[in-house]
């Protein structure tokens, strides 16, 4: 780790399986049956709700469907961007640090970072317009074909480093950044000019920072009195036609894994994170300089955690910290909210859904189970759950004495690529899916909600099974990376009256429920499966508990529990 970055940090508060060791008893996999309760993070904290250019929106991560050997990571930054948002639209702040960071040891600090520092290349005040004076307003003063075109007036360039055991290794360097979508007019073929600006890194990976189709997808009526107190404002995908900013990138998995060795340590703690300076202003330039040291200001890791778990006194502390510090964080305040989460108490409060008390009582719940699947990760030795899916604690090579509960997204890079995913992920038995890592089209909203009531040991609550009614985003993912579907280029009010679509042609943006796809990195319903055609106990799961079958995948033992493997027929 770069003894830099840390001390920064402490400033401011299959074959593949054959190694893997998930092993998944059947009485343990309705404990399985759930994700960890939380959706995404836009606008979550004060601070950067008031400072959209740092705000982490979403952190993906997952085994590309398309090239099975390696993992792709996405980080998505700048929440609700409107397309038609000139003159200026979304440009990646100069200088400041776009991270994404991984934890292969279980420690809570990242042992490899990935740093995006972008560079404006700014013709515009040189530019002649108007009056024959330099000087223009103009993004593009033409139609825009090719990265390099003299009509697009801004642009932005990338260094991307590689941080690992306090060296700092360069991997991309001067690469182009996909712009902002002006428009149809403006940049016909924005899928040409996002290709362009696909880079390769000099440690064999890809790497891409485009403007996106969000992909997230949710009702945020949710804030209303959870969908109006009887589910009725539910069924509308509030971030349809809105893009983000992404940075997108596609690895080996032994370049991520602990020593190097996908195999003996599978799993992988990955979180983004966003550092920036203090900035002077230039009275006579009107130039911004950044000044100082840099303060981790946002942080994401699996969704939701910072929006609907921590209490909003703390969430600007939680987005300076990493998570070897979550335990401790606010004199356990944080962790008191991970045990006893306020969202079970509302569900009880309006929908009369008793909330779970775990291992504690009503009056005080003790939620071991959102403590494993929040902090620890997925294994037999960390909770209730029983069952070993995604903690650091499965690799060989991690001393068990320096493991910290920490909010990551976790991600076991062994499970192989689902044939056919389902968007319910482990809640429907698709083991690659979320909470193990997260792929652009699990519904994390309706599994979170599942997981608030209990359903990792006790199964699916059937009065909220059919979860926020938004199965999927409103534009398809690629099958090929970067993934995430091209940007929208026509206005959200727009769209909303006539169903536009995206820039690229790739699916519609009209609020609606969305639709769902199996494309690569993403995850649907099989059929004509929904939600509350589920039963609680999952009907396979009674095959393999009468026929007696573990679904194992892995062999040896570790940590003193015996892993067994088993074929399934």
Known sequence: MNPELSSRRRRRSTTALAAVGVTLAASALTGLGSGVANASSHREAPLTAADPQHDNTDTYAFVSPDKPDTVTLIANWIPFEEPNGGPNFFPWHPKSHYDINIDSNGDGK???????????????????????????????????????????????????????????????????????????????????????????????????????????????????????TNLKEAGQNTLAGYNVNSVVLQVPKKNLALNGNATKNPVIGVWSTTEKQSVTLDPATGAANPTGDFVQVSRLGSPLVNELVVPVQFKDAFNAIPPSMDAKAAGGAVLAKVQNPELAKLIELIYKIPAPAGSGTSAKPKRDDLVEIFLTGICKACGPIKADLNSQMLNKDVKAANFVPGEELRLNMGVPVTANPNRLGVLAMDLQGFPNGRRLNDDVVDIEIQAVEGAATKGIVKALAAGDGVNGPASQPSRMFPYLALPNSMSVNQASSTGGNSGGGTGTNMPSGGVATGAGGTAVLSGSQTPGMIPTTLAVLGLLAASGTVVAVGRGRRRGVAVKTTALS
């Open 110 to 228: 990242p042992n490899i970072t990935y740093r995006w520092t972008f560079t404006n290349v700014d013709s515009r005040p040189t530019a002649a317009h108007g009056d024959g004076g330099p000087g223009t307003f103009l993004y593009n003063d033409g139609v825009v074909n090719n990265l390099k075109d003299k009509t697009l007036l801004f642009k932005q360039t990338y260094d991307l480093v590689k941080i690992e055991n306090g060296a700092t290794k360069t991997i991309v360097s001067g690469a182009t950044a996909a712009p902002s979508d002006v428009g149809r007019a403006s940049m016909p073929n924005y899928a040409n000019l996002r290709d362009q600006a696909i880079a390769k890194t000099n440690d064999g990976g890809l790497t891409v920072a485009t403007q996106a189709a969000d992909p997230f997808f949710l009702d945020l009526r949710v804030f209303d009195l959870l969908y109006g």
